[in-house]
């Protein structure tokens, strides 16, 4: 298939819509992770559906001193890499395009959640981000937009505005997309230098280090829910093995399953090793959220959490997180 390449609203408005149309947002720049959300939206869209992909660095998301003026536009690649993907068009606009008037004077505001982690990292970001949003979905008008769950704040607040302004359109999230060595893909990965990279490999070792803590302490609670609540219990576990449980089998029942303190622990080791190479890994935050508001769970919670962290390795700042599940398990009998 030959992918149009569009750069004004007039030529995006004059297509003919066939089916559904599903979007892609894309700063450019694109990497296999774009990519994987271009297929999605591709098998979403189906055979007779339309696929468009918008590329656009938006300048209301930066803030003063970040990489706006590098960050990097590769147009002819990012046609390429969307065409191979399976895009019909991409909508590639200038910046008067897409704010013919200067900046706006009205803007989406992100409120509270948008102030926390990124947002109180990056002041004003997810205005920005949210603005930019909004406006592409009006200019595109998909059925559905795809989102990677890497910028997992982004997602839940794109939700949120969707929901609470009635936009009329399905929000679907893609999971992150990593390297072989764990390292989630990034267009701001290309900064990093071979040892700056080696560094930054700490995120995902701190992300999977909290994610196995979390595991074994689920699959403990579990194996310690398999004999009765009774005095027994703690003869019971003995016999199975378990003699660090039979020490004390009540407090391993009645443990929070997969307690966040102790998933926070086994992250932050890692990331406390990083801080130590050369070059150090600068850490922003280490967080475990309910993905609903982005304010850190604690002890007690259950459902559905995300364990996210941001840091930066040389000039370069990056973000990573992976999902959890707290209490899968159930209560204790």
Known sequence: MTTALLSTAGELHARVRHGRRAVVMTMGALHEGHATLIRTARKIAGPAGEVIVTV???????????DLDRYPRTLDADLSIAERAGADAVFAPAVDEVYPGGEPQVRITAGPM????????RPGHFDG????????????RPDVALYGQKDAQQLALIRRMVRDLNFGVEIAAVPTVREEDGLALSSRNRYLSDRER?????????LFAGRDRHA??????????????????AEA????GESRAAADAHAVATA???GPAAVRAAARQALDEAARMEPPLHLDYLALVDPADFT???DGFTGEAVLAVAARVGTTRLIDNIPLTFGSFGAAS
């Open 296 to 298: 850190e769970i604690e």
């Open 237 to 240: 576990l003995s016999a199975i």
């Open 256 to 258: 929070t399953p997969g």
């Open 56 to 66: 656009f660095v938006n300048p209301l998301q930066f803030g003063a001193g970040e």
């Open 114 to 121: 948008g102030e926390r982690l990124e947002g109180a990292a």
């Open 216 to 233: 074994a302490q689920e699959a403990l609670r579990a194996r310690a829910r398999e004999v009765p609540s009774t005095h027994a219990r």
């Open 129 to 140: 981000m949210l603005t930019v949003v909004a406006k592409l979905l009006h200019l595109t």
């Open 198 to 206: 080696r560094t930054a490999l700490a995120l995902s070792r701190a």
